[in-house]
C-alpha cells in the first residue's frame, strides 16, 4: 500500500502523520479523523502527499515506523532532548522514545 505524509495546510504546527491508503483522496479522508486536522478550516485544507520511503509499511508495528521517521529526521517536538540520527543506536532511540513519554 501507498504511504502518504498528510497534515493541515493553513495550521503547520498541527505536526504531520503517515497514513496507508491507494489514493490521495482515501489518505485524506483517513487524515480527517485524526487530531491534527481538528483545526482544518475546511476539507481542502488537508493536504496528503506521497511518501514512498514508507510504502508497504502498513504492516509494520509503531515501534518500526518510529525507528523509520527517526532515521527519515522525523522531530518529536512534545519530548524533550531528542537524540541525534547520526549518533544513535536505535536501542538508544528506543530507550528514549519510551522514557520521555514520561515527561
Do not use: H
Not at 501507498?2 to 504531520?16: L, R
Amino acid at each position: 500500500m501507498k504511504a502518504y505524509i498528510v497534515g493541515v495546510t493553513s495550521d503547520p504546527d498541527s505536526g504531520e502523520e503517515i497514513v496507508f491508503a491507494n489514493t490521495a483522496k482515501e489518505a485524506r479522508q483517513k487524515a480527517d479523523c485524526m487530531d491534527l486536522t481538528d483545526y482544518a478550516e475546511s476539507w481542502i485544507d488537508i493536504f496528503a502527499k506521497r511518501y514512498p520511503a514508507f510504502d508497504d509499511m502498513e504492516n509494520s508495528s509503531e515501534d518500526e515506523i518510529a525507528l523509520k521517521k527517526f532515521r527519515e529526521g522525523w522531530n518529536w517536538f512534545d519530548r524533550l532532548n531528542q537524540p541525534e540520527e547520526e549518533t544513535t543506536t536505535d536501542d538508544e532511540f528506543f530507550d528514549w522514545l519510551v522514557g520521555s513519554e514520561a515527561e
